[in-house]
């Protein structure tokens, strides 16, 4: 049975630093497109990075809002993939979750494509 893990939310005051951790088991997600959505209350699930594979190689992919703030990584030694949030803001207060699709390729934005999800972490930024 495949788990994903995630670690390292929290509260933290804008413009400060938080780095999310995945670690999947059950799987080896190696060629498979892992990533991140979000979900403040009262909103829908959003993307905010993936990273996935192409013909061309290792792909990413960030939502515009998180662009040039957040980093995606992944360690295939460890199955994991990480997510560090820089120049945090209060709008990306939300519910993190890591998520892995079933097929092997590249990332995708909307939540139907993803199989696999965690239970979520915190993430609270205060202004």
């Known amino acids: 049975q495949v788990y994903l893990k995630e670690s390292g939310g929290g509260l933290v005051q804008s413009g400060g630093s938080l780095r999310l951790s995945c670690a999947a088991s059950?799987?080896?997600?190696?060629?498979?497109?892992m990533g991140w959505f979000r979900q403040a209350p009262g909103e829908e699930r959003e993307f905010v990075a993936g990273i996935g594979w192409t013909r061309s190689g290792e792909e990413i992919g960030y939502a515009d809002s998180v662009k040039g703030r957040f980093t995606i990584s992944r360690d295939t030694a460890k199955n994991t993939v990480d997510l560090q949030m820089n120049s945090l803001m209060p709008s990306d207060t939300a519910v993190y979750f890591c998520?892995?699709?079933?097929?092997?390729?590249?990332?995708?934005?909307?939540?139907?494509?993803?199989?696999?999800w965690g239970q979520g972490t915190q993430v609270t930024v205060s202004s």
């Open positions: 998520v892995a699709r079933s097929t092997r390729g590249e990332v995708a934005d909307y939540p139907k494509a993803y199989t696999y």
């Open positions: 059950g799987r080896n997600f190696n060629y498979y497109a």
